[in-house]
C-alpha cells in the first residue's frame, strides 16, 4: 500500500479481555514506532523497532504491553487483560531508518475502547 | 532533559488574524526541530521541519537558540488551518513531543 496501514480502526472491548492491534509499514521502512495518543495527552512513546528488534521498550505502561515484528515489516501490539485506562487511540508511524530524518509516515490509528 | 514545552492547548482566532503557535524546547545540543499537524479525520503528518526553512501553507518556523523556541507562524489564518498541531524534537532515533495545541479558525 501507499501508507501505513492499521487495523483495526475500531475496537470495542470489555474489561479484562486481550487486544491485539496491526500495523502495516510502508514498505522498506524499518524503522516503526508505536506511540499512543489520548485526549490532552499528546503523543505517547511505546515501543521503538529497528527491523524485527526493539532497542527501546521503555514506553510500554506495563507488563501487559507487548509487541512484536516479523519480516522486518508487519508489527502487532498486544494489549492483556484490558483495563479501563487503557482506552485510547493507538498510533503506529514508520520511517525508512537510519540516518533519522525525523520525518515518521503516520497511519489512521486504532480507537481502543474498553468498557 | 530534553523536553517539548507547548503552552496552548488551545488557540481560537478569527480568519484572516495572524497565528502564532507556541513552542519552546529544552536541549543541550544542536537541535532539529518540526512541527506535524493532524486535521479533522486524517493522520498525523509532518507540515515543516526547520532544516528546510520553508513555507508550507503559507505557514513558517524560526528556530531561536536564544529563546530555545520554534514558534510556528501564519500572517492571515483560513478556516482550513484548523486543527492539532505538535511540536517536535529529535533526540537519538526519535521523536520528543509536545501535548499540542488545538487551533481553532473562526469564520
Known amino acids: 500500500g501507499a501508507g501505513v496501514s492499521q487495523s483495526p480502526s475500531n475496537k470495542v472491548t470489555e474489561k479484562g479481555k486481550d487486544v491485539e492491534l496491526r500495523c502495516d509499514p510502508i514498505s522498506g521502512h524499518t524503522a516503526l514506532y508505536w506511540y499512543r495518543q489520548s485526549l490532552g495527552q499528546g503523543l505517547e512513546f511505546l515501543i521503538y523497532?529497528?527491523?524485527?528488534?526493539?532497542?527501546?521498550k521503555s514506553g510500554l505502561p506495563s507488563d501487559r504491553f507487548s509487541a512484536e515484528r516479523t519480516g522486518g515489516s508487519v508489527s502487532t501490539l498486544t494489549i492483556q487483560r484490558t483495563q479501563q485506562e487503557d482506552s485510547a487511540v493507538y498510533l503506529c508511524a514508520s520511517s525508512p531508518g537510519t540516518p533519522y530524518t525525523g520525518e515518521l509516515f503516520f497511519g489512521e490509528g486504532s480507537r481502543l475502547t474498553v468498557l | 532533559a530534553q523536553r517539548v514545552t507547548q503552552p496552548e492547548k488551545l488557540l481560537s482566532v478569527f480568519k484572516g488574524a495572524p497565528v502564532e503557535l507556541k513552542c519552546n524546547y529544552s536541549?543541550?545540543?544542536?537541535?532539529?526541530l518540526f512541527w506535524y499537524v493532524q486535521y479533522s479525520r486524517q493522520r498525523l503528518q509532518l507540515l515543516l521541519r526547520?532544516?528546510?526553512?520553508?513555507s508550507i501553507k503559507g505557514f513558517t518556523a524560526d528556530l531561536n537558540k536564544g529563546e530555545t523556541s520554534f514558534h510556528l507562524k501564519k500572517p492571515f489564518a483560513q478556516e482550513e488551518d484548523s486543527a492539532m498541531y505538535y511540536c517536535a524534537l529529535i533526540y537519538d532515533y526519535q521523536l520528543i513531543w509536545g501535548a499540542g495545541t488545538k487551533l481553532i479558525i473562526k469564520p
Open positions: 523497532f529497528q527491523g524485527n528488534s526493539a532497542p527501546d
Open positions: 536541549y543541550s545540543g544542536s537541535p532539529e
Open positions: 526547520h532544516i528546510s526553512r520553508e
